[in-house]
């Protein structure tokens, strides 16, 4: 069974930092590319950040550029989130998602989410 269980979301002011975490198992996750995917209140999905299966290539929606940064380990079978400077409007539950959500953000298996309020 694919199980994606993701961690690490609170409650943070603005210009604070949060880690997410995404544990992976059930599938061969050094074949897969993963992303990370939102979804703010009352808005739709979005892709945040994507890495592919090798860890060699990143890439980012314009709104996190310089902010996030996305990493995983192929041998724990985790994906990392780093989330630095975090903003009122990035407020959102935060998804793991195998896939590409960058290609086609609903065509993902997700996790159950993680919350995250940027408030202060």
């Known amino acids: 069974e694919v199980q994606l269980v993701e961690s690490g979301g609170d409650l943070v002011q603005p210009g604070g930092s949060l880690k997410l975490s995404c544990e992976a198992s059930g599938f061969l996750f050094s074949s897969y590319t993963m992303s990370w995917v939102r979804q703010a209140p009352g808005k739709g999905l979005e892709w945040v950040s994507v890495i592919d299966n090798s860890g060699r290539n990143e890439y980012y929606a314009d709104f996190v550029k310089g902010r996030f940064t996305i990493s995983r380990d192929n041998a724990k079978k985790i994906v990392n989130l780093q989330m630095n400077n975090l903003q009122t409007e990035d407020t959102a539950v935060y998804y793991c998602?195998?896939?590409?959500?960058?290609?086609?953000?609903?065509?993902?298996?997700r996790g159950q989410g993680t919350q995250v309020t940027v408030s202060s």
């Open positions: 998602a195998r896939g590409n959500a960058r290609v086609d953000v609903f065509q993902t298996y």
